[in-house]
């Protein structure tokens, strides 16, 4: 059965409440769409006003992190469980940013990403090589241990259900997308390590995104690969082209 393509504007630390209103209103009409799901992952202080601004649109909305405990004293952490009452769906979890400034590790990320299905979001669990992995032909090792880190515990059906992003670090924000041969061999790597720890059921149902300077001009290349389900989209998701990339047909 295809895969259905999941298009995600990373909105990362942009955009003030009404700044964030304000662009839903002028992406409405652009991005709907009955082919893809759509997903707007936006800082945690615009959930709220973003949930109400695209109620009755095909936007869903994702939170760019959450903590891995149920509640208590964490200073300036947002639950899973407050997540999901305001009407978000989907989280981020060890974006490149979180790995690399925020010192998050796969242990980590491994709490995070079974915290997230206990409370029945849906993680979107981002994975890349820098530009030395790339160079020094570790690719793939590094993003094999990345996964399988991350989803120690993580069940079958958890994983036919979540989203994994390929995001080369060196391509995110720096306009150098990945080539559609680059991106599409290593998003297959990843379903292949899904079939080696799961299976292929699961490694075929699972959704794989690329992000890393993905714009209007590349999208419909780089979504037309066999493994590559949608995009994680930065920079280019906060802007009208957005609307082009998630009608990239
Ligand atoms: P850019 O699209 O700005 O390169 O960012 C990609 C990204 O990090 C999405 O999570």
């Known amino acids: 059965m295809a895969r259905r393509k999941i298009i995600a504007g990373n909105w990362k630390m942009n955009m003030t409440p009404s700044q964030a209103v304000a662009l839903c209103n002028t992406l409405k009409d652009l991005v709907a769409t009955d082919e893809a799901d759509v997903v707007y992952c936006v800082p945690a202080i615009d959930i709220v006003p973003v949930v109400e601004a695209v109620r009755g649109t095909n936007v869903e909305v994702g ?4 903590y891995f405990e149920d509640k208590g004293a964490y200073t300036g952490e947002i639950s899973a469980e407050m997540l999901v009452d305001a009407g978000v769906k989907y989280v981020i979890i060890g974006h490149s940013e979180r790995r690399d400034y925020f010192k998050e590790c796969d242990c980590l990320l491994n709490k995070k990403v079974k915290q997230a299905f206990k409370a029945g979001l849906t993680p979107i669990l981002c994975c890349g090589e820098s530009l030395e992995q790339r160079e020094t032909g570790v690719t793939m090792d590094w993003i094999r241990l990345q996964i399988k880190s991350d989803l120690v515990g993580v069940s079958a059906d958890q994983v036919k ?7 080369p670090i060196w391509a995110i924000g720096t306009g150098k997308t990945a ?4 991106a599409q061999e290593v998003c297959k790597g990843i379903r292949d390590c899904i079939a080696e720890i799961y ?4 490694a075929q149902a699972v959704r794989i995104q690329y992000g890393g300077s ?5 999208a419909a290349e780089l979504f037309a690969q066999p493994d590559i389900d949608g995009g994680l989209v930065g920079g280019a998701s906060l802007k009208a082209d957005f609307g082009k990339i998630v009608n990239y047909k």
């Not at 080539?179 to 680059?182: A, D, G, L, P, S």
């Not at 993905?214 to 590349?218: D, H, I, S």
């Open 179 to 182: 080539t559609t041969e680059q």
């Open 161 to 167: 259900g979540m989203v994994i992003a390929y995001e």
């Open 199 to 202: 299976d292929t059921d699961t």
């Open 214 to 218: 993905v714009n209007a001009g590349n």
């Open 63 to 66: 939170a760019e992190n959450l």
